[in-house]
C-alpha cells in the first residue's frame, strides 16, 4: 500500500513547493540549532566515519534548495546528524563534513599527480 503524500495541493502553491519550503526551514532551524549548540569539529569528525557513511554523503547533489541526497542514503547518515531530521537535505554539520572529505580527496589526487610527475 502506497503512503499518502503528508502534504496536499493547496491553491496555486503545489505540494512540490510546499515541502520544499517546509525542508527548507527544517534545515535553517538545524543550523540555528548547531550554532546554539557546541558542534564537534567536522574534520575530526569525518576521521571516525565509517566508509558506507563517507561514500553516501559524498554522493550529495545540489538541488535549488540546498545539497540533498538520496532517501535511502538520508536514512544511513540521519543517525550521524549529517541530514536534516526529516526530508534528504544535507545539515549545516553535514556540508561541513562533505567540505572536508571532498578536500581530502582534492589533496590526496594532486599528492597522486605530483607522485606520478616525480617518476616520469
Given at each position: 500500500?502506497m503512503?499518502?503524500?503528508?502534504?496536499a495541493d493547496?491553491?496555486?502553491?503545489?505540494?512540490?513547493?510546499?515541502?520544499?519550503?517546509i525542508?527548507?526551514?527544517?534545515?535553517?532551524?538545524?543550523?540555528m540549532?548547531s550554532?546554539?549548540?557546541?558542534v564537534?569539529?567536522?574534520?575530526e569528525?569525518?576521521?571516525r566515519?565509517?566508509?558506507g557513511?563517507?561514500?553516501?554523503?559524498?554522493?550529495?547533489?545540489?538541488?535549488?534548495?540546498g545539497?540533498r541526497?538520496?532517501?535511502d542514503?538520508?536514512?544511513?547518515?540521519?543517525?550521524?546528524?549529517?541530514?536534516?531530521c526529516?526530508g534528504?537535505?544535507?545539515s549545516a554539520?553535514?556540508l561541513?563534513?562533505?567540505?572536508v572529505?571532498?578536500?581530502?580527496?582534492?589533496?590526496e589526487?594532486?599528492?597522486?599527480?605530483w607522485i606520478g610527475?616525480k617518476?616520469?
Amino acid at each position: 500500500m502506497m503512503a499518502a503524500r503528508p502534504f496536499a495541493d493547496a491553491g496555486n502553491i503545489t505540494s512540490t513547493e510546499e515541502e520544499d519550503a517546509i525542508l527548507l526551514d527544517l534545515a535553517r532551524r538545524d543550523a540555528m540549532r548547531s550554532m546554539r549548540f557546541e558542534v564537534p569539529d567536522a574534520e575530526e569528525y569525518a576521521r571516525r566515519l565509517p566508509a558506507g557513511v563517507v561514500e553516501a554523503l559524498k554522493s550529495g547533489w545540489k538541488s535549488p534548495t540546498g545539497f540533498r541526497v538520496t532517501s535511502d542514503r538520508a536514512d544511513l547518515l540521519r543517525p550521524y546528524s549529517l541530514v536534516e531530521c526529516k526530508g534528504t537535505h544535507l545539515s549545516a554539520f553535514g556540508l561541513n563534513v562533505r567540505r572536508v572529505l571532498l578536500q581530502w580527496d582534492r589533496e590526496e589526487a594532486e599528492e597522486q599527480r605530483w607522485i606520478g610527475k616525480k617518476r616520469t
